[in-house]
């Protein structure tokens, strides 16, 4: 963990400006395509959820302004931060946390968590992680979530990323990005030869503090992590 001098902090007049703001989160929704995710999970036998979660902290671990955390009237750089995510435990309709450190490739961490999982206890549990070393993760396997605004304490101060997710669900890439139909068919023939050319998306939303991220950084984020997942 490492102290910012805000003094001479690069984001220093976003800082002061957005510490104004008695509520200073925006959230941003996108689709990403998770094709090769539920491939590569169904291929190895771990769970798609946990490699998602695994590929989304390591995208966001590697931009310096999601591990930024503020503790009163200061900042501080995490080295690395972990998935603090939302399970539902077999045959149970009330969630819980399960908090899961990156340690290992994504076999190995997938395969940690399922124990983890199994052995889920009370409302938090798994590994003990801090939670200024966290990020939220959650999903809503049953609907095309298009946006979610997570829930926040009435603090500026609150400054733990949030990614959720909804349902995986089919579109070519045209239409995922909302171009039209005739788009949306041209995608589909262009990259796979025929108007069926079907891929699984999911909508992603990232809810940060904005006196520490901005959407240029949220940006970055969603580009990482398409990258990531097409090279699984």
């Known amino acids: 963990m490492k102290r910012i001098d805000i003094p001479t902090w690069d984001r220093r007049l976003q800082w002061e400006h957005f510490s104004k703001i008695r509520f200073?989160?925006?959230?941003?929704?996108?689709y990403i395509d998770v094709t090769p995710v539920k491939a590569y999970s169904k291929m190895h036998g771990i769970s798609s959820y946990h490699t998602l979660s695994y590929l989304v902290c390591e995208s966001l671990n590697s931009i310096e302004n999601?591990?930024?955390?503020i503790h009163g009237d200061?900042?501080?750089?995490?080295?690395?931060c972990h998935p603090s995510m939302a399970v539902l435990p077999q045959g149970s309709s009330n969630f819980r946390i399960l908090n899961s450190r990156m340690t290992g490739d994504i076999q190995s961490f997938c395969e940690k968590t399922a124990m983890l999982l199994?052995?889920?206890?009370?409302?938090?549990g798994g590994e003990d992680i801090p939670e200024e070393e966290c990020y939220f993760l959650s999903c809503l396997p049953w609907i095309d979530a298009t946006c979610i605004c997570s829930e926040h304490d009435l603090d500026t101060g609150d400054s733990t990323?949030?990614?959720?997710?909804?349902?995986?669900?089919k579109m070519s890439r045209g239409n995922a990005s909302r171009t039209g139909q005739i788009l949306s068919e041209i995608a589909g023939q262009q990259e796979n030869g025929s108007r069926s050319?079907?891929?699984l998306w999911i909508n992603m939303t990232v809810d940060v503090n904005h006196r520490l991220v901005d959407g240029?950084?949220?940006?970055?984020?969603?580009?990482?992590?398409?990258?990531?997942?097409d090279l699984l």
């Open 118 to 124: 199994e052995n889920h206890t009370g409302f938090i």
């Open 197 to 199: 050319g079907q891929r």
């Open 216 to 229: 240029y950084h949220i940006g970055l984020f969603a580009a990482r992590l398409q990258e990531a997942i």
């Open 74 to 80: 200061e900042v501080y750089l995490m080295g690395q």
């Open 66 to 69: 999601f591990r930024y955390r």
């Open 24 to 30: 200073p989160f925006y959230h941003v929704s996108f």
């Open 161 to 169: 990323p949030r990614v959720s997710w909804g349902k995986y669900v």
